[in-house]
Every structure is written in C-alpha cells, then in structure tokens.
C-alpha cells in the first residue's frame, strides 16, 4: 500500500496519473503566492536562506556476520500495480517491543541460576519480536521513534545502514511525505538532506512557512531499498508508522514530494494540480516534485511553484 522509489538521488517526478480521491475545483492563488513567466520567478529557490544542519546521528554499525545483500538490478521503468492489488495487513497479534521486553526481564529476574541461559536466550528472541500495529497505534514519539530505529517488520532490516525518522515539528500543520530514504538521507539518519532538504526548505519558506516550526518531513517506508522501488509489502510493513506520525503531528495539510510518495499515500492513483483528500478526516492533499528531481530538472520549478501555490490557497 505505498510507494516505491527509484535508485538514488532517490524521487520520482510527480505523479500524472488520474487521481482516486475526489479533487476540488481548482482555486485561485493568493497573489503573494502568483507564479510569473519571467527568467527570474524562480530566484526564491535558490536565494532563500540556508536552512540550520541538523546533526547528524552515527549509523548503526551492521552486524559483522551478516553477508552483504546482494543488488537488484534498478527496474527498468516504473510498475506500481501492486498500489491497487496490495492486500490490507491482517491485524498482528504480536506483542510490542516494550511488552516483550518487560516479559522478557520478569523471566530473567526470577530464573534460577541455572536457567539464566534459557532466559538471556528467550529475551533475545522476544525483543526481536516485531512491533504490532496495535502497539504502533498507541506510541508517544520517543517510542514512536525507537521503534523505527529498531524495526523488523519487513526484510529491509536486514540490508539497511540505519531507519531514517521523519524530522521536524512534532505539532506541525503541515507534513511533508517523500516515498523512501535516498543513500545521503541513511547516511545523515534524516529525511530529504543535503541539497535537496535545503530546496525543500526554500520551497516552504516560499510559502511563509517555517520548517522547523510548521512542517514535519518524513518517508513513506522508512529503510532504504537496495538500487529499487519499494516493495507493496514493505509499505504496508511501514504503513503503521506514517499513521501514527499522521495523527501525532495533527497536521491539516499534506504534501507528497515524488510520484512514488503521492501513490504510497493515496494507495492508488494520484495527480498532481489538484487536491486529493485523505483518510476518514479528509486530510488535504497536493503532490508536486522531488527536490532530487527538481535539481536535475530545474524547468519543472515553475509547476512545482504552481503546486505549492495550491496547496497554501488550500490550508484552512
């Protein structure tokens, strides 16, 4: 039920495809926000000012023993049958890291000394348990973002360099949805860094937004796949967490930067100019360009300015 991404820079353009949910007539722009014809209506990207670095987290060292996965082949062109045909995930039974590790400490606490083994032994098992939907649906954001840093519910675990937390305002009124990390972004832990995060920046604060105040920036799938898409399997593996970073944010506007990230959020067919709604409270939604893309791109700025336009006349 998400998208998929290509090999890196990692974006897509975005979607043009007809779009599932309902779009609203289109809406005039404020004339702060007009987009102009001239060879300089793009000068905001490039002269707004430089977003603060975030520092940057130490990636996780990959187990020694682990053998190196071996590379897929970059898919020749984009498949993305699987967002219509991906079945819904089964409601998990499967307790959550925190119960299992607190059961695993009550059976260590009370083992005898010659049981201390098997015990040690059953912890190790029941903390690599992965973390229900259920339990995902319940977390604060210090455990929300422990649980993506330790996740296991799919197979990319096991080939990633570190889980890439979203970043941003915890309350936020906007968020903004890319579709998976890029190599710079597991390398920083941080979602869109590099130029393409200082893009993004002078992309909203061309919009009087204020990015570390106003938005919250995150992925759809939180692990890097190796040089291909996501797989249907790892975005509903992933799904919880979007949800869960969704309702803990309270944002009443959305954006999706790339193809792959409008029809990983959707779970269908998406289009960029127009709104989509999403969800049971009809979260606002416009989907417009990469940053990765519009770098190699930059003649696609002036729709991307277009999009934005939207999706501020849009908020509220």
Same mark, same amino acid.
């Given at each position: 039920?998400?998208?998929?991404?290509?090999p890196?820079p990692?974006?897509n353009?975005?979607?043009?495809?007809?779009?599932v949910?309902?779009?609203?007539?289109?809406?005039?722009a404020?004339? +702060?926000?007009?987009?102009?014809?001239?060879?300089?209506?793009m000068?905001?990207?490039?002269d707004?000012?430089v977003?603060p670095?975030?520092?940057?987290?130490?990636?996780?060292?990959?187990?020694?023993?682990?053998?190196?996965?071996?590379?897929?082949?970059?898919?020749a062109r984009?498949?993305?049958?699987w967002?219509?045909?991906?079945p819904?995930p089964?409601?998990?039974?499967?307790?959550?890291?925190?119960?299992?590790?607190?059961?695993a400490?009550?059976?260590l606490s009370e +083992?005898?000394p010659?049981d201390?083994?098997? +015990?040690?032994?059953?912890?190790?098992?029941?903390?690599?348990?992965p973390?229900?939907?259920?339990?995902?649906?319940?977390?604060d954001w210090p455990t929300?973002q422990?649980?993506?840093?330790?996740?296991?519910?799919?197979?990319l675990c096991?080939?990633?360099?570190?889980?890439?937390?979203?970043?941003g305002?915890?309350r936020?009124?906007?968020?903004a949805?890319?579709a998976?990390?890029?190599?710079a972004?597991?390398?920083d832990?941080q979602?869109?860094?590099?130029?393409?995060?200082?893009?993004?920046?002078?992309?909203l604060?061309a919009i009087?937004?204020?990015?570390e105040?106003?938005?919250?920036?995150?992925?759809v799938?939180?692990c890097?796949?190796?040089?291909r898409n996501p797989?249907?399997?790892?975005?509903?593996?992933?799904?919880?967490y979007?949800e869960?970073e969704?309702?803990l944010?309270?944002?009443?506007?959305?954006?999706?930067?790339?193809?792959?990230?409008a029809?990983?959020?959707m779970m269908?067919?998406a289009a960029?100019?127009?709104?989509m709604y999403?969800?049971?409270?009809?979260?606002?939604?416009?989907a417009?360009?990469?940053?990765?893309?519009?770098?190699?791109?930059?003649?696609?700025?002036?729709?991307?300015?277009a999009?934005?336009?939207?999706?501020k006349?849009?908020?509220?």
């Amino acid at each position: 039920m998400a998208p998929s991404v290509p090999p890196e820079p990692q974006a897509n353009a975005a979607a043009d495809t007809p779009a599932v949910a309902r779009a609203v007539p289109p809406v005039q722009a404020p004339a +702060a926000f007009a987009a102009t014809s001239d060879d300089d209506s793009m000068a905001w990207f490039d002269d707004a000012p430089v977003p603060p670095v975030a520092p940057r987290a130490a990636p996780p060292a990959k187990p020694a023993a682990r053998a190196a996965a071996p590379m897929e082949a970059e898919p020749a062109r984009e498949d993305t049958a699987w967002f219509d045909d991906a079945p819904m995930p089964p409601p998990s039974a499967t307790p959550s890291r925190s119960a299992a590790n607190a059961a695993a400490d009550a059976s260590l606490s009370e +083992a005898a000394p010659s049981d201390l083994a098997a +015990a040690s032994y059953a912890a190790a098992e029941l903390a690599s348990t992965p973390v229900s939907d259920e339990a995902i649906a319940g977390m604060d954001w210090p455990t929300l973002q422990a649980a993506v840093s330790s996740c296991t519910r799919c197979r990319l675990c096991e080939t990633r360099v570190a889980a890439v937390n979203g970043r941003g305002a915890e309350r936020a009124t906007w968020i903004a949805i890319a579709a998976a990390p890029s190599v710079a972004d597991e390398q920083d832990v941080q979602a869109i860094s590099g130029e393409a995060g200082q893009l993004l920046h002078n992309m909203l604060k061309a919009i009087e937004l204020k990015p570390e105040a106003d938005v919250y920036i995150t992925n759809v799938v939180k692990c890097r796949p190796p040089e291909r898409n996501p797989t249907g399997d790892e975005v509903i593996a992933c799904r919880p967490y979007l949800e869960r970073e969704l309702a803990l944010t309270g944002a009443t506007m959305a954006m999706t930067f790339g193809q792959f990230a409008a029809k990983g959020l959707m779970m269908g067919p998406a289009a960029r100019g127009k709104v989509m709604y999403y969800g049971a409270n009809r979260l606002p939604v416009v989907a417009t360009y990469h940053p990765d893309d519009l770098l190699r791109k930059p003649e696609d700025k002036a729709k991307a300015w277009a999009d934005l336009c939207l999706a501020k006349a849009s908020d509220g």
